[in-house]
């Protein structure tokens, strides 16, 4: 499950060359707090996936509610 929502948020990120050579920046608009900038494209998706992946172990163990995506709900309510 916890793969299948970070493909999907991956797949619904955005860049954007910066201007004067400065690399990429990229973001996960629906999740707030969630971006990274690189050097290159390469490097700019492998820290956001970074970036995604600690915002939601961070987010759980703080007990936050973590958006759900189009097929994957990550909310978790206790059961009696």
Known sequence: ??????REAMNKAHYEILPDGEGY????ETLPGVWANAE?????????QEVLEEWIIV???????IP??????LDVSEVA
């Open 25 to 28: 920046f990229g973001g996960i």
């Open 68 to 73: 759900a995506l189009e097929s994957v709900n």
């Open 59 to 65: 987010g759980l163990k703080k007990g936050h509610s």
């Open 1 to 6: 499950m916890l793969t299948e929502y970070i």
């Open 40 to 48: 290159t494209l390469e490097a700019c998706r492998d820290e956001l």
